[in-house]
């Protein structure tokens, strides 16, 4: 094992234990949030960010130890593309499929025709 | 653009991720890196039936950096509402009249959507002109609407030329 500067490890368990705790928010999310839109947020979003610590402390240990290296960037890329495509599917199988929301939930469609599966 | 370029942007974009799958800038990861930005656009191109154009490079930029921080903010605001114990949230379904038009530059600001504070795509009107969304906790829907219009909407409006 090469030795870190204290400054290094101080980042890195910094980015790591952020990443870790929002990984774990976001979880913590489909347990507590009361219906299935309101708990698709919180995986779409915080995981995000709990990846995103976890790659830039990636990043920093591995730039430190070794050479520059950047490629764990990719992985944001393909989170980047594909969160917002996974989640608008859920939500869209949801919406269609009419499932219970709580009371709170305020309809505010004007025209409700042009999201609904029928043809009248 | 040029017979051998189809698409710059693209090629570039490729340029990159070969080089970040590599992770090195060596001189035979560029080269090859560089062949195949040239060969895949070539034989690609002609399957994209959706031409976009960036009218505004340093808007885009702009667009990718507000972007950012609005996610890391967003974080924060749902790990706040999620911690919160059996706070009372006012979610709702939003219709959102679309100002833009085209495939790419509505993909791109419903992907915004989802990906920005509380709020998720969750379907396209069937005439293509609105965008339904599910906002997680919203005070005022007529404000949240204007503030993806102002925000996001109007650069990429500029961005596209559309």
Redesign the interface.
């Known amino acids: 094992m090469n030795e870190l500067p204290q400054w290094a490890e101080w980042l890195i368990s910094f980015f790591i234990i952020l990443g870790a705790c929002f990984a774990f928010i976001g979880s913590l999310g489909l347990l507590r949030l009361p219906d299935f839109m309101t708990r698709l947020h919180a995986p779409t979003k915080n995981t995000t960010l709990g990846v995103g610590g976890v790659i830039l402390g990636s990043i920093l240990f591995f730039s430190v130890t070794d050479a520059l290296s950047l490629h764990e960037l990719l992985i944001a890329i393909f989170l980047f593309l594909t969160a917002p495509i996974s989640a608008h599917l859920l939500a869209k199988a949801g919406l269609h499929l009419e499932l219970k929301r709580i009371e709170s939930t305020r309809d505010l469609r004007k025209k409700p025709e042009q999201y609904s599966d029928r043809d009248d | 653009m040029s017979r051998f370029l189809p698409a710059p942007w693209w090629s570039l974009f490729l340029l990159t ?1 070969w080089l ?5 800038v060596s001189f035979g990861a560029v080269l090859m890196g560089s062949i195949l930005a040239v060969l895949i656009p070539l034989y690609t191109h002609r399957a994209r039936d959706y031409p976009i154009k960036v009218h505004k490079p340093l808007v885009a930029l702009q667009y990718g950096g507000i972007l950012l921080v609005d ?2 903010l ?2 924060f605001n ?2 706040a509402i ?2 919160r114990p059996r706070k ?8 959102y009249p679309l100002d833009i038009s085209g495939a790419v530059p509505v993909t791109i600001l ?3 959507i ?2 920005t504070p ?1 709020t ?4 396209l ?3 293509g002109r ?1 965008l ?1 969304i ?1 906002a ?1 906790n919203v005070a005022d ?1 007529e404000a949240a609407i204007q503030e993806i219009k102002q925000r996001y909407e109007r650069r990429l409006q500029e961005i596209f030329q559309c």
């Not at chain 2, 970040?20 to 090195?24: D, F, V």
């Not at chain 2, 998720?120 to 379907?123: D, M, P, S, V």
Request: hydrophobic letters at 50%; zero cysteines; proline letters at 5%.
């Open positions: 991720f970040l799958l590599q992770n090195s996610i890391i967003s974080n749902i790990a999620i911690l009372q949230i006012q979610p709702a379904l939003i219709e419903a992907s915004t989802s990906l509380g998720i795509t969750a379907e009107g069937k005439d609105s339904l599910h997680l829907p």
